[in-house]
Structures are given as C-alpha cells and as structure tokens.
C-alpha cells in the first residue's frame, strides 16, 4: 500500500483548520453550559420586559444580545427591536438552522456560533499560509470566547470579513457588514464601495420602519477614548499590544490602522472587557496573523494585506 506524502493543497489545510475551530468551540461551550448556573423560570433580564431562563440554552443567552434575540425571533417584547434588526444576518441565520420552531431556535444559536468559530479558523488558516496549522488558535482568543459564551455571531462575522477581503468578494463583504456595520472597515479598506452601499441601504429601511431611536441608539457606543475607562485594564493592556503587532507588519497594517482608530472612538457601552473583546475581534486575529506568520513567506499578491 502506498502512502500519498504530497503536501495538502491551501484549500484542504483550511478545511482542516476550519474543522479543528468547530472541535475547539464545541469544547468551549460545553465547558460554558457545565459551568453555566440554570435558575429555572427566572423572569426579567436587564431591560427585557420578559425572558425565562429554564435552560443552560436560554441562561448562556443572557450573557450577550442571545437574550433580545431570542425574544425577537419568538415573537416576544423587545426593548428597541429595530437596533436588532439593523444587525439581521444572525437572526435571518438561527431561524432558518432552526426551521422557525420555537422551540428549536435557541439550540440554532449553539450551531450558528460554532460554525462561525470554524469559518473564522478557516478564514485564519488560509491568511497564515505555511502557519496553517495555527489558524484554529483564532477561537481562542478572548473576543472569541466571549462570543461563544452567549452563543453569538462575532466569529461568524469576522470570518465573512477576513474571506471577503482575501478573495475580493462583494457578496461576503456585505454578509460581514450584516454581522455587525464596524466590519464594512473591511470594505473600505479593499475600496470596495457596493456591500457599504447595501448595508447602507438596509440600515436606511430599518430606520424607516422603526425610526430614528435605531441611529440614537447606535451612537451610545461611540464616545472618544471611552474604553480606557474600563476596569478590565488587564485585558485592554493586551488589545493594545496586539494592535502595535498588527500595525507594525507590512501585511496587516492598513486593516489594523483601521480597527486600531475604531478602538478609539468606542464609548462607555464597551467599557467591559466581554464586549469590547466582541468588539475588537478583527483587531486581534491581525495582531495574531502579524505574531504568527512566517517572515519572508511567498504568498500570492491577492493575499498581501499591506495597506492601499
């Protein structure tokens, strides 16, 4: 029997990362629902007129917007639904995996937020080239974890973001811009001005559906230099050590320049270091890409990140 030694092609080293993502975050949420406290029939969450938690499901909910999401998609109250819907991928998403059952659509949410880690593991691997291999670290890093432990959509988003800008692509550029409007920095940055027009597009008809408390809302996330007030300056110590390693390498700098002046701007709603990492995420796989990637390395001229 002869054993084929030829070295994988950059496609199937990809595949491969992608599924070791899936294997490391279906690990972390099972660590996260084992340690997760359940209160059965607990009413109220924050400023949710009505929500139950009787599950480690809806309980991990609570830990992000799962919890508004959830109400959305079931057809309960939710405070300020239209500065939901202007995000619509994740909630189109996690009704269709859930077949719009009711009583599906919280265990969607556990799909789609593994999936996501394991687009972004794929997405990494085929950014790092030769460090393929290193491409499913990306799960760990604690934007990505803070994703997973509400079950959320950042790692989808950020993978969208990452194969859009490598290949080029509109279409996953606009996905990424539907995840969540910061990942459009990716769009601007590859000078692409379509999937910013229909984000652009879509956020004007959710306004015009829900009015203007959807912009209102959005800016409360905005204040100059407001994340150094957090209390999480460990973790805000970190997110800046990755930025400079992501701007001081040629092939990361012009996205992290980018991201690194978004950091800036982020107000007080991001004061805490679960959502700021969220956040933040893009910023941190480049500074994981620039610490990892092999110096000298060939890469193909569409894969060089360097600034336009």
């Known amino acids: 029997m002869t054993v084929d030694t030829r070295p994988w092609s950059p496609r199937r080293r990809a595949l491969a990362s992608g599924l070791l993502g899936i294997v490391f975050a279906s690990i972390a949420v099972t660590l996260f629902w084992n340690y997760s406290p359940v209160n059965s029939y607990t009413v109220a969450h924050g400023d949710m007129p009505y929500f139950v938690i009787h599950d480690h499901v809806t309980n991990l909910l609570t830990y992000g917007d799962g919890a508004h999401f959830l109400n959305l998609l079931t057809g309960r109250p939710v405070p300020d639904p239209g500065y939901r819907w202007h995000r619509p991928l994740p909630l189109v998403l996690v009704w269709l995996v859930g077949l719009g059952n009711p009583r599906w659509i919280p265990y969607a949410f556990i799909l789609v937020s593994i999936a996501g880690c394991g687009l972004l593991a794929f997405a990494t691997a085929e950014w790092l080239g030769e460090r393929w291999f290193l491409g499913p670290l990306a799960v760990l890093l604690p934007g990505s974890l803070a994703s997973l432990h509400w079950l959320g959509p950042e790692a989808l988003g950020v993978g969208l973001a990452m194969l859009g800008w490598k290949r080029d692509n509109p279409w996953l550029l606009m996905l990424a811009g539907l995840q969540r409007e910061s990942l459009l920095l990716f769009s601007l940055h590859r ?65 992290a320049i980018l991201f690194t002046l978004f950091m800036l701007v982020l107000g007080p709603a991001a004061e805490s270091g679960r959502d700021f990492g969220r956040y933040l995420l893009p910023l941190w796989v480049l500074g994981f890409i620039a610490i990892v990637a092999i110096p000298g390395a060939k890469e193909p001229a569409s894969s060089s990140i360097a600034s336009t």
């Open 191 to 255: 000078r692409r001005i379509r999937p910013i027009i229909a984000c652009g597009g879509w956020f004007v008809i959710v306004m015009a559906g829900f009015g203007g408390r959807v912009l209102a809302e959005g800016l409360t996330n905005f204040k100059p230099f407001g994340l150094f007030q957090t209390p999480d300056v460990g973790l805000l110590v970190l997110t800046v050590v990755m930025a400079v390693f992501a701007v001081w390498d040629r092939k990361t700098r012009g996205l």
